[in-house]
């Protein structure tokens, strides 16, 4: 979650997955009552549709620890699954998740499968206004509601044989990543200034994180880059922390945000207040900590704050 995803992005797949389209139910939300006049001031304000269904619809590609996956019990977990439950108690609204492809999440936002998309996906100009590579339009874009910052991190061999440390350290190396991400974008850029070097950089575009992180275990790709949650996990938790190790620090990238559909102004209004609540509550850290990713912590929501 381009999960910019850094977007991100892988449990096996098969009868374990839901196919996109294949609604995962939470038991989040519903039936609280308002436990202050501002909080119920929030739920009021919520659209109809989803007031009277009692559920608000997330667009989520279930793949990609810490901030989405499945559970000892095959159900989602991680950050974003956290803190949409919390956001479904605040409004009093059950949180269904309907388990999609990251590179298919906002077209089927766009063809009103679900409300919002919440999947580590960057907040960026080319999705609020829809353009391609060539800058084009292409669709009628989306809004975002942002609120988590993520930078993206280079992850190389324990040990880094290589001494990687910077992305113009990636010149004359292979690189893997997953296609339709931040990363991807960091990557064709830096190809350009490798080309320049006269050193070109190979990138290798996987459909999914967990097949990128399997190239630098392999030793088929030097490095790959991913958001730096995700890279701090691996590195953490493969192998024991035997396999990874993060290098380089987090380049500046842009914030996760909810997506929805440019004329869903209420609903995105009602977000962004309910992640201020969420965040002047309290819980919002917490969840963080929970992850420990405290380091992407936003200090309010923002509305289409990326560039």
Not at 192 to 218: F, H, I, Q, W, Y
């Amino acid at each position: 979650m381009p999960h910019v995803r850094h977007a991100r992005r892988p449990i096996p797949a098969g009868a374990a997955l839901a196919t996109a389209g294949a609604l995962l139910l939470t038991g989040c939300g519903g039936g609280q009552a308002a436990s202050d006049d501002p909080v119920k001031d929030l739920r009021d304000k919520l659209p109809k549709a989803q007031r009277s269904a009692g559920a608000l619809r997330i667009g989520m590609d279930v793949n990609y620890a810490p901030v989405e996956f499945r559970g000892p019990d095959g159900k989602p977990t991680g950050l974003d699954p956290d803190l949409a439950a919390a956001l479904g108690r605040i409004l009093d609204v059950r949180v269904e998740f309907v388990d999609t492809p990251f590179d298919k999440l906002i077209p089927n936002l766009q063809a009103k499968q679900y409300d919002v998309a919440m999947s580590a996906i960057s907040d960026t100009r080319q999705r609020r206004d829809a353009l391609d590579e060539a800058g084009k339009k292409t669709g009628p874009g989306v809004d975002f509601v942002d609120y988590f910052i993520a930078g993206t991190s280079i992850v190389v061999p324990k040990g880094n044989p290589k001494g990687i440390k910077t992305l113009d350290d990636l010149c004359g190396k292979t690189v893997s990543l997953q296609q339709g991400t931040t990363q991807d974008e960091v990557v064709t850029r830096q190809v350009a200034v490798c080309a320049r070097a006269g050193r070109p950089l190979t990138p290798r575009k996987l459909d999914s994180d967990a097949k990128a992180l399997a190239e630098v275990a392999s030793g088929a790709a030097a490095a790959g880059l991913n958001d730096f949650p995700v890279a701090a996990y691996a590195a953490k938790t493969t192998d024991g922390g035997a396999r990874f190790e993060v290098t380089g620090g987090q380049s500046t990238s842009n914030p996760y945000g909810i997506a929805l559909r440019k004329d869903d102004e209420q609903l995105r209004d009602a977000l962004a207040k309910a992640i201020d609540q969420l965040i002047r509550s309290g819980e919002y850290d917490k969840i963080l900590a929970k992850w420990n990713v405290n380091a992407g912590a936003a200090q309010n929501a923002v509305v289409n704050g990326g560039i």
